[in-house]
């Protein structure tokens, strides 16, 4: 797959100092006591957010304000401003629907996040009628991960159109319908993806540079239907690193059992060279991915993380670069820039021909921020 060149700006610190230029740095949390008891017991929630943070070397962590009633909220509404509302459905002076239609009266630019405590709730509160008040619905399982990844992926959301066109910034699609299953897979995917991304970037270069470097990891963005996912396509084609997909989910307003294989069969057809995820509950969807072609990976996996990790390694360049032959055949690999150039001299001209084709090395460079 091709990628555009904008400028010779693109490889330098400068832009990156340009880049999430869009961040949440206050979240308010509206819940009954009862609900940020839990939370907290199960989460630890402030801290968490805090040591993920300095552990993942990101940037400031944002401030969590929890307030217990509605009218609370909009007395803290009143004194400052927040980027975020994540609310619990369980409110004692009025249901959640009421409180985010009232929310976005006031301020209907403020993004409204409906956090379910349980899968208990998914029935009485995602399978009616949706309000346009709730922006969107995650499922809290007692893991403080998710949060960072709901941060995270709505700060993608902001900063993805500038970041793509100015500094050729990578993205990821991830299509699934289930607040379950994306609540669930959101943190492992994030985690990975700062991680590989701090595994690759340059260890000679100092913990500010790093840092700014860090701004310019892929992006995540999530769809929840065929028509989003096609549109999300056609917008950042020329920026994928790759699509992780569901198998079934709705295509024109009705639920399609081949959804995921559509999709990505379609992709495959355009972007031959991009590597694709199927992910599924249901392992005879294995058989169905092999001539699209796309990694099965199943979503109830034991070992989930380490797969996608894989996958992260194997396919999307942040593993040591592998030389092979047109059969598959590993012939040498190289951890870094300089062992490529030592090697170029060695390898076989079939093999760096079929590297090119695949668009293998500018994969590779751009997994580095290169």
């Known amino acids: 797959m091709d990628t555009p060149v904008k400028s010779t700006r693109a490889g330098s610190l400068k832009l990156y100092h340009e880049l999430m230029a869009n961040k949440v740095g206050d979240i308010l949390l509206v819940s009954c006591p009862y609900d940020a008891f839990i939370m907290e017991e199960e989460g630890r929630l402030s801290t968490r957010i805090i040591n993920e943070y300095k552990g993942l070397n990101l940037s400031k962590p944002p401030r969590l304000t929890w307030v217990s009633s509605a009218s609370e909220a909009f007395q803290r509404l009143e004194e400052k401003k927040f980027d975020l509302i994540l609310a619990m459905p369980s409110l004692d002076e009025m249901d959640v629907y009421s409180f985010g239609e009232k929310v976005k009266q006031k301020y209907a630019d403020l993004p409204f996040f409906m956090l379910l405590h349980n899968t208990c709730d998914i029935d009485q509160y995602i399978c009616v009628d949706k309000s346009k008040a709730i922006d969107r619905t995650y499922i809290w399982g007692g893991n403080a991960d998710l949060l960072l990844a709901i941060i995270k992926n709505f700060e993608d959301e902001m900063n993805v159109a500038f970041d793509t066109e100015n500094a050729n910034v990578r993205v990821v699609i991830l299509v699934e319908d289930s607040p379950y299953h994306f609540s669930s897979f959101l943190p492992v995917l994030y985690k990975q993806i700062v991680m590989q991304t701090q595994s690759v970037i340059d260890e000679s270069i100092n913990e500010e540079h790093r840092l700014l470097k860090m701004r310019g990891r892929p992006k995540v963005l999530v769809a929840h239907n065929y028509e989003e996912a096609m549109a999300l396509y056609e917008k950042y084609k020329p ?26 069969k379609k992709i495959k057809n355009e972007i031959p060279d991009l590597p694709v995820l199927i992910l599924s509950t249901e392992d005879h969807n294995e058989e169905k991915v092999v001539d699209i072609p796309a990694v099965f990976i199943n979503k109830n996996s034991s070992n989930l993380n380490d797969r ?19 059969d598959g055949e590993e012939i040498a690999r190289a951890s870094d820039l300089r062992a490529i150039e030592k090697l170029l001299s060695e390898i076989p001209d079939e093999s760096i021909v079929y590297h090119a084709k695949n668009n293998d090395f500018s994969r590779w460079f751009m997994a580095r921020s290169e």
């Open 239 to 264: 920026f994928l690193l790759s699509v992780f997909s569901d198998m079934r989910y709705p295509k024109n307003g009705i639920v399609d059992e081949l959804a995921g294989y559509k999709l990505l």
């Open 308 to 326: 996608i990790k894989s996958f992260f390694v194997s396919y999307l360049g942040f593993g040591a670069f592998v030389f092979r032959m047109p």
